[in-house]
């Protein structure tokens, strides 16, 4: 049973598109979080939710909105999308109480 | 400033050798946490060590020890007996803040390419 699914795990799709990553977990963790790796395989945060509240929002543009409906979902919208949002995004979520961080599998998103 | 630092963007070793993955931090905070994730060339995160701030001994799972140098802020993993599955990328990354609380994101280093010689 996966602790963290993503879907899907390839996206392809044309400039100017809208386009949403779904994620969700089965570990009862309170936060889950967005990281976001580019083709130099840099990882960095993108927002992070607790308990469906946006807890950060790292200089992201617009374009990109999370949506939380429970704490157990947290799912990625983005519009109007651009060449340069190509990149693997990975979900991930953490207990408040402490713990490791578990990531989902990845989506790998590439847009022409 | 980089608060995760990696300097060796790649790194060989013979099968069955020891190799230790370089990682220093950069925190004015007292309580953080430092983690390892392996990434293989499939994709996926995996986590393999933690270390708290305040832990006194040096973590270690199976065949990963994390070579916790507080003084000097130093986070080096220590992989024994390299195998040709441990070839991947490996990252180094730090939470900064108490183990509760909801805004505490990981802050990775920008990752040693492991390859195994057979």
């Known amino acids: 049973d996966t602790a963290v699914s993503q879907t899907p795990k390839y996206l392809v799709t044309q400039m100017g598109n809208d386009k949403s990553i779904k994620c969700e977990q089965n570990?009862?963790?309170?936060?889950m979080y967005w990281y976001k790796q580019d083709s130099k395989k840099f990882l960095k945060i993108m927002f992070s939710?607790?308990?469906?509240?946006?807890?950060i929002n790292e200089t992201v543009p617009n374009r990109f909105s999370p949506k939380s409906p429970d704490k157990a979902h947290l799912n990625l919208h983005i519009n109007s999308l651009e060449l340069g949002d190509s990149a693997v995004y990975f979900c991930?979520?953490?207990?408040?109480?402490?713990?490791?961080?578990?990531f989902g599998s990845g989506t790998r998103l590439t847009v022409v | 400033a980089q608060k995760i630092t990696q300097t060796q963007p790649g790194m060989f070793v013979q099968e069955k050798e020891a190799v230790t993955l370089d990682c220093t931090y950069d925190?004015?905070?007292?309580?953080?946490?430092l983690f390892w994730y392996k990434q293989p060339s499939s994709g996926e995160m995996i986590f393999l060590i933690y270390?708290?701030?305040?832990?006194?001994q040096n973590a270690t799972e199976g065949r990963y020890s994390l070579n916790f140098q507080k003084a000097r802020k130093s986070a080096n993993l220590v992989i024994s007996a390299s195998q040709l599955g441990d070839s991947a990328m490996y990252f180094c990354?730090?939470?900064?803040?108490?183990?509760?609380?909801?805004?505490?994101?990981?802050?990775f280093g920008k990752g040693t390419l492991l390859t195994v010689n057979p």
């Open positions: 991930a979520s953490s207990q408040n109480t402490g713990g490791g961080y578990t």
């Open positions: 570990l009862g963790h309170d936060t």
């Open positions: 939710y607790n308990n469906k509240e946006l807890i």
């Open positions: 925190t004015s905070d007292p309580s953080y946490g």
């Open positions: 270390q708290g701030s305040y832990d006194q």
């Open positions: 990354a730090m939470r900064e803040g108490h183990s509760g609380g909801s805004n505490y994101k990981l802050t």
